[in-house]
């Protein structure tokens, strides 16, 4: 999107994440290990408050599309009017002009319900929303914090940290500028002795004994804000609903905050799909509703595995059952330092596997219609398109700062040619696609050189091969890869989907 550089600006990059158990640094994970393996052009943990990621968001719309998000709009209700465009009426209370709400009625052919946990748009359709409420309750707290820990140095403390003692779980998260002026987001399970108070919870009652719950030396002052909320996971058992609803973010699934991934989720449930409804309205696509599907059937298994292993982290992490409570603080310190964290920092895929889990940068769509290879290797269709650090303009938007770069609009085909590449095939290969489908598909011809050798190696593309195709969606995971430039292969496959130029 262009907008890379300017988030990491607005947020705190974080090197390191500590672990402690009963106030005992057990281990660090050092970014820096990361950054060595060339996975990413950002091997880093970025903490940006989410008021911050929708501000940037809000920008971004109104500089590109001259759009604004408004929020004094609420959806009533919406009915289908079974018309010959059979579209939907949308009843809205409008408090733009009015504190009392004036109604208005708005016809459309999709509704996207991004509408939050509480979802209308889900609860008018009556899906189910199944999965439980967990017994812990959270609080989340920016306030200042002051380190008296002896045995930290300095630099450390520019870490995430994770706390885990018999009086529960916590997280302190560095905020921007926070080493001028302390300040740290803190996430934590409220103790089970506030909880029976009838009274609201305030940050008076979980600052003074604050120490003594992680067992560590830390002073909470000069509070900003303090939430309280109860956490569930679940998930609704569709995302796609009679060719017109969908859902997103919140709405189609929740979970534990802990991994930190819940608005991430929901923004990658928004750009799955985009594309997809672009293509679909602008009249792009063989049938109105086969590609819609596929965001229903790709990113519903992201969010059921999604929900499932963050249920069975936060479970453990906070079950009151007393195996579990004995596990996790007399024998899960001792597995994590002395087995776990040396076979990560040791072994390098057992690295890049935990790193691409956590930065949610593994994330594949392998099993969905819209993935086809011709043949197997490392990289297939469905991954995420992989990160060449000599060539990072693969993946990244190669103009930053330019906000008329349409490259996202297109899918992208990467040919890559070694001396073996049978050349007739592989011109008239790309020949077909220009002539068929260059309204669609942007191409990019890598030969084989020093220059380019390590495009052939990510993309595990041996130079004594014939060479290979892979297709980019627009949303950068890899639709197609084939080793063959077999034109009926690939337009069997492309022309199910997306219409021809001449068509
Ligand atoms: C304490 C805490 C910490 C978290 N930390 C992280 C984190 O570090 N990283 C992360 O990725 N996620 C995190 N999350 C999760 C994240 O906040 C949510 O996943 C995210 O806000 C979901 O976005 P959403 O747009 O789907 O829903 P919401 O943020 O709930 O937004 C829904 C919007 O729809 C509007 N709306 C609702 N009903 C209507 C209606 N009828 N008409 C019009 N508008 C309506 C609401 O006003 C709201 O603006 C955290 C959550 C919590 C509670």
Redesign the pocket.
């Known amino acids: 999107m262009g907008i890379a550089d300017e988030t990491i600006n607005r947020g705190e990059v974080v090197q390191g994440f500590g672990s402690y158990f009963n106030g005992i640094k057990r281990m660090r994970m050092d970014m820096n290990l990361i950054k060595t393996q060339n996975l990413t052009h950002f091997p880093f943990i970025l903490i940006l408050e989410?008021s911050k990621t929708e501000a940037l968001l809000e920008e971004f719309l109104l500089k590109n599309a001259s759009m604004e998000v408004d929020?004094q709009?609420?959806?009533?209700s919406f009915i289908e009017l079974n018309d010959k465009d059979n579209l939907i009426e949308c009843v809205?209370k409008d408090y733009r002009s009015n504190t009392e709400g004036k109604l208005i009625k708005i016809h459309t052919k999709f509704l996207c319900g991004?509408?939050?946990?509480?979802?209308?748009v889900r609860q008018n359709l009556q899906l189910s929303f199944s999965g439980n409420t967990y017994e812990e309750t959270?609080y989340?707290l920016d306030c200042h914090l002051k380190f008296m820990d002896t045995t930290e140095t300095e630099s450390l403390l520019d870490d995430a940290q994770f706390n885990l003692t018999k009086s529960g779980l916590c997280l302190l998260f560095p905020l921007k500028g926070h080493n001028m002026d302390n300040r740290w987001r803190v996430?934590g399970t409220v103790p089970h002795e506030l909880l029976n108070s009838s009274k609201q919870l305030q940050f008076e009652d979980i600052a003074p004994d604050f120490s003594r719950r992680i067992q560590r030396n830390i002073e909470l002052y000069d509070p900003l804000w303090l939430?309280i909320?109860r956490?569930h996971h679940r998930y609704a058992d569709r995302f796609y609903i009679e060719k017109k609803y969908f859902l997103?973010?919140?709405?189609a699934h929740?979970h534990s905050?802990v991994g930190?991934?819940?608005?991430?989720?929901?923004l990658q449930d928004a750009f799955n799909l985009a594309w997809k409804l672009a293509y679909t309205i602008q009249g792009k696509t063989v049938d109105k509703d086969k590609l819609l599907q596929t965001y229903n059937d790709e990113r519903i298994e992201v969010a059921k595995n999604l929900v499932q292993s963050t249920d069975r982290v936060f479970s453990l992490m906070t079950s009151r059952h007393w195996f579990f409570s004995f596990f996790r603080l007399k024998i899960l310190p001792y597995i994590l330092q002395y087995i776990v964290f040396p076979i990560i920092s040791c072994i390098s895929p057992v690295r890049e596997a935990v790193f691409k889990r956590i930065s949610m940068i593994g994330i594949h769509y392998r099993q969905s219609q819209l993935s086809m290879n011709s043949n197997k290797n490392n990289v297939q269709a469905g991954d995420r398109l992989p990160y060449v650090y000599t060539h990072p303009e693969i993946l990244l938007s190669s103009t930053d700062n330019n906000v008329e770069d349409d490259s996202r609009r297109y899918f992208h085909l990467l040919v890559l040619l070694t001396s073996k590449s049978n050349s007739k095939k592989s011109f008239h290969f790309v020949k077909f696609i220009e002539e068929n489908y260059s309204h669609l598909i942007k191409l990019h011809e890598f030969e084989y050189s020093e220059a380019t050798k390590e495009i052939f190696r990510v993309y595990d593309v041996n130079r004594n091969s014939n060479g290979g195709v892979f297709l980019v969606r627009p949303d950068l995971h890899i639709a197609y890869c084939s080793t063959t430039f077999d034109i009926q292969h690939f337009n069997t496959y492309f022309s199910a989907y997306f219409l021809h130029k001449s068509d």
């Open positions: 989410q929020r709009c609420e959806l009533i809205i991004c509408d939050g946990a509480h979802s209308k959270l989340v996430i939430s909320y956490t997103l973010g919140d709405a929740i905050p930190g991934q819940g608005m991430n989720t929901g």
